[in-house]
């Protein structure tokens, strides 16, 4: 059973920088994707950035690109999402997932999911 654990979150001001991390429990080769989802009141939940297991694969929304960095530790199976320059529409909780399978996708079907990390951006 693999388990994804969210840290990181919390209140900054806009045009600050944060850093998620997630750590993943379980069996390496259920997570070769991982991504971050984010989902703010009101709204669904979106793809923000997606990585494979080498790394050498990523995919980021266009609404966080050039300003958020997916990364990952494969040693220690977790993936971070350094965030910069943050905008107060960035405000959500943010939630990491999980697969098996090897393709980046930007819709919900994941395998495992984090019970998500709450970032606030003030104006």
């Known amino acids: 059973q693999v388990q994804l654990v969210e840290s990181g979150g919390g209140l900054v001001q806009a045009g600050g920088s944060l850093r998620l991390s997630c750590a993943a429990s379980?069996?390496?080769?259920?997570?070769?994707?991982m991504t971050w989802f984010r989902q703010a009141p009101g709204k669904e939940r979106e793809f923000v950035a997606g990585i494979s297991w080498s790394a050498n694969r990523t995919v980021y929304a266009d609404s966080v690109k050039g300003r958020f960095t997916i990364s990952r530790d494969s040693a220690k199976n977790t993936v971070y999402l350094q965030m910069n320059s943050l905008k107060p529409e960035d405000t959500a909780v943010y939630y990491c997932?999980?697969?098996?399978?090897?393709?980046?996708?930007?819709?919900?079907?994941?395998?495992?999911w984090g019970q998500g990390t709450q970032v606030t951006v003030s104006s």
């Open positions: 379980g069996p390496t080769f259920s997570t070769n994707i």
């Open positions: 997932a999980a697969k098996t399978s090897w393709r980046i996708i930007t819709t919900l079907e994941y395998d495992y």
